[in-house]
Nanobody
Framework: QVQLVESGGGLVQAGGSLRLSCAASGSIFSINGMGWYRQVPGKQRELVARIISGGSPNYDDSVKGRFTISRDNAKNTVYLQMNKLKPEDTAVYYC???????????????WGQGTQVTVSS
């Protein structure tokens, strides 16, 4: 059983900062990519940032220069540092991980439960 648990969401004023964390636990053999998505009511979930093992991170254009994704492989944890937050960043933020539970298993994408980020103007 694999779990992804997010933390760090909350209410912040425009221009402020938040740091999201997402820890993966359980039966994990290896993790390839980890990322953050966000969703507002009535819209599709959209990619915010993603980082893969041995690769460079990629970001949605709307967050480039403001958000930074990082990863601690020893802790199976991914972070999202969000600076200069804007009201339009308000959403539920979800983390995911593309991982294998054994050397013979296929890769599967797991999702966290989501954490609310609200930016007031």
């Amino acid at each position: 059983q694999v779990q992804l648990v997010e933390s760090g969401g909350g209410l912040v004023q425009a221009g402020g900062s938040l740091r999201l964390s997402c820890a993966a636990s359980g039966s994990i053999f290896s993790i390839n990519g980890m990322g953050w998505y966000r969703q507002v009511p009535g819209k599709q979930r959209e990619l915010v940032a993603r980082i893969i093992s041995g690769g460079s991170p990629n970001y949605d254009d709307s967050v480039k220069g403001r958000f930074t994704i990082s990863r601690d492989n020893a802790k199976n944890t991914v972070y999202l540092q969000m600076n200069k937050l804007k009201p339009e960043d308000t959403a539920v933020y979800y983390c995911n991980a593309d991982l294998l539970v054994s050397a013979l298993s296929p890769q599967y994408r797991y999702w966290g439960q989501g954490t609310q980020v609200t930016v007031s103007s």
